[in-house]
């Protein structure tokens, strides 16, 4: 059975997230599991900042701890209320270190967006050297799935992680470079007897406008959140910065 890691705390829409592992679980027969983390870099940034002394440090930590309790009580009322049952544990520590640690028991890392691609959101992806997949502004369906193709290793490594993790999906729209060169990775999908419709884009404003009027529940499938470079190459911008605002979910293998 395929295993999934839920991580709680930096999504921007918790009944969103929420769906989207329900939606996980019944249409592709994953196992959830769920964690929240409290980030006690949040101590260490605001101690090493000069904004806490010692004399107001206890204060700090009881108001972190009253935070992270009304947090965690939201967090279990709205899994009763989705009817989603699934083991949910709360640790301390470093988020990216302690995502490390808990992913070499599962497959697939499941986050929410925040309105930006917050810098924990960033440090876990460095990190994580499992598939994640990153749910956009409405619940996961799997309406559409994309690909954000510059034909890289990175790329064809999220594509075959992808196929692994989601073997039902039999069809791909491939967006890419306006170009006569050959394309492996389109070979390479079509010969596991997956459809592959292309899709080619020559400016960064027909790019930027297909990415803000796609299907809100599709997927991207991405080699590298922070540069890609077909993307990058068009637009003079990296895939973060075009794709951070992007409505649909976005897997990285």
């Known amino acids: 059975m395929k295993k999934a890691l839920v991580l709680f705390g930096n999504e921007e829409n918790t009944h969103n997230l929420i769906k989207s592992c329900i939606y996980l679980k019944e249409r592709f027969g994953y196992s959830l599991n769920a964690i929240l983390v409290r980030d006690v870099m949040t101590e260490t940034i605001a101690?090493?900042?000069?904004?806490?002394?010692?004399?107001?440090?206890?204060?700090?930590?009881?108001?972190?701890?009253?935070?992270e309790k009304n947090e965690l009580k939201f967090l279990i009322k709205k899994l009763d209320e989705e009817k989603l049952k699934i083991d949910l544990t709360y640790e301390v520590g470093?988020?990216?270190?302690?995502?490390?640690e808990y992913?070499?028991?599962?497959?697939?890392?499941?986050?929410?967006?925040?309105?930006?691609?917050?810098?924990?959101l960033m440090d876990v992806l460095k990190e994580n050297y499992k598939a994640t997949l990153i749910i956009g502004?409405?619940?996961?369906?799997?309406?559409?799935?994309?690909?954000?193709?510059?034909?890289?290793?990175?790329?064809?490594?999220?594509?075959?992680?992808?196929?692994?993790?989601?073997?039902?999906?039999?069809?791909?729209?491939?967006?890419?470079e306006n170009s006569d060169e050959e394309n492996?990775?389109?070979?390479?999908i079509t010969s596991k007897d997956k459809k592959v419709e292309i899709k080619k884009f020559s400016n960064a404003d027909s790019l930027v406008e297909f990415?803000?009027?796609?299907?809100?529940?599709?997927?991207?499938?991405?080699?590298n959140l922070s540069r890609n470079y077909f993307i990058e190459k068009i637009t003079g911008r990296s895939g973060?910065?075009?794709?951070?605002?992007?409505?649909?979910?976005?897997?990285?293998?």
């Open 94 to 100: 470093i988020i990216k270190e302690t995502i490390r």
């Open 47 to 67: 101690v090493g900042q000069g904004l806490i002394t010692d004399v107001s440090y206890p204060l700090f930590v009881e108001d972190m701890l009253k935070i």
């Open 240 to 253: 973060l910065k075009i794709l951070e605002k992007a409505k649909m979910a976005l897997y990285i293998g």
């Open 103 to 120: 992913m070499k028991s599962y497959d697939l890392l499941v986050v929410g967006k925040g309105v930006v691609a917050s810098d924990v």
């Open 137 to 176: 502004e409405e619940e996961l369906k799997f309406s559409d799935i994309y690909i954000a193709n510059d034909d890289s290793v990175e790329v064809n490594r999220s594509c075959y992680s992808f196929m692994n993790d989601f073997p039902e999906i039999k069809e791909f729209i491939s967006i890419q």
């Open 184 to 188: 492996i990775l389109d070979e390479y």
């Open 211 to 223: 990415f803000n009027n796609v299907e809100k529940n599709g997927v991207t499938i991405m080699g």
